[in-house]
């Protein structure tokens, strides 16, 4: 399995995940989550995997920029660990949403940017 990173264009912390990878020379796919979209099975191994506090992004513009009832409902799903469709719907609308660039290999995912965790993964 080639690692796949999941970013999002615009993204800085992408693009510096991008950069690293190709500097040190891994063989890695680049799916854009914005304009390649994402599936809800993916979405929902994410959240199985690392939790919704690891890939919810609540500091993003995105997220500030939410109905009210719709942070409550994400709120309520997470704490009650009741069933992730909310999640997953909110995440499918709003790929901004994700905590990004996500690197996905055959060893598991990271969330973010950080040289050593590559590493670790790769």
Same mark, same amino acid.
């Given at each position: 399995?080639?690692?796949?990173?999941?970013?999002?264009?615009?993204?800085?912390?992408?693009?510096?995940?991008?950069?690293?990878?190709?500097?040190?020379?891994?063989?890695?796919?680049?799916?854009?989550?914005?304009?390649?979209?994402?599936?809800?099975?993916?979405?929902?191994?994410? %959240?199985?995997?690392?939790? $919704?506090?690891? #890939?919810?992004?609540?500091?993003?513009? @995105?997220? !500030?920029? +939410?109905?009210?009832?719709?942070?409550?409902?994400?709120?309520?799903?997470?704490?009650?660990?009741?069933?992730?469709?909310?999640?997953?719907? %909110?995440?499918?609308?709003? $790929?901004?949403? #994700?905590?990004?660039?996500?690197?996905? @290999?055959? !060893?598991? +995912?990271?969330?973010?940017?950080?040289?050593?965790?590559?590493?670790?993964?790769?």
């Amino acid at each position: 399995m080639v690692p796949t990173l999941f970013v999002i264009a615009s993204c800085d912390r992408c693009r510096a995940a991008i950069r690293w990878m190709r500097d040190q020379g891994h063989p890695f796919l680049i799916h854009d989550m914005r304009q390649d979209g994402l599936d809800s099975e993916r979405l929902h191994t994410w %959240l199985q995997y690392a939790g $919704p506090d690891k #890939i919810l992004n609540r500091s993003s513009t @995105t997220w !500030r920029n +939410l109905d009210p009832t719709q942070k409550a409902s994400i709120d309520q799903s997470i704490d009650q660990s009741i069933d992730q469709g909310a999640i997953i719907s %909110l995440l499918l609308q709003y $790929p901004t949403l #994700i905590k990004r660039p996500i690197l996905e @290999t055959h !060893r598991g +995912l990271t969330q973010g940017f950080d040289p050593i965790d590559y590493g670790r993964i790769l």
